[in-house]
């Protein structure tokens, strides 16, 4: 087994944990009725952060398992995440130090919005690989899930990770698969 597909493997499993780590600290730390600073909350966005850091080591390891008729827009599903997660990233590092957050303010446009380039790319990267029969379709669907699931209400975090989860452990499970080797559905579908 590859050195790519050991990190594909244990990126794709691990990233998901850690983020539902952070939901279940999350809920936790809301169960005062104030979300903030204090031990749940930090604990909580050190997971977060050590996950999107995952998320971004994968979205590398997977880009080599794009088709080759595909490689720019799989370059620029790569760079778009890649961007989303740097987004991410100081978010959250806003949220664990205040003094970040005032000396490097991220701007609301790049919060939202360079964020939301994180699953975009994902996905299309997880669809190229649904193309090139190294995925099942229903990666990308379950990570396009997740990810609304999170938007839609931050304390479905725990079940929207667990999706996540869901959408990846197929893609860790293959990372090893030959290319010339089609991939089979559950339902033994191609």
Known sequence: MSSNAVTVRRAA?????????????RFADGLDGDRGNGVA??????AF???????????????????AGAQRIGTGAAVAALFGVGCFLWVIAGDLSDGFRE??????AL????????PIGMIILLGLMVAARRAPVRSPLLLGAGMVAITVNLDLLPIAS???????????????????????DVAGVR
């Open 49 to 67: 952060f050590v996950a999107m850091v995952l998320f971004g080591v994968l979205t590398l390891a997977l880009r080599p398992f794009v088709p």
């Open 41 to 46: 909350w930090d604990a909580g966005h050190v």
């Open 103 to 108: 000396a490097a303010p991220l701007p609301d």
């Open 162 to 184: 667990l999706v996540v989860l869901a959408a990846l452990i197929p893609v860790a499970r293959r990372a090893n698969t030959p290319a010339d080797r089609p991939v089979r």
């Open 13 to 25: 499993i691990a990233a998901p944990v850690l983020m539902f780590v952070y939901g279940v600290f």
């Open 111 to 118: 919060a939202t919005g360079g964020a939301a380039l994180f």
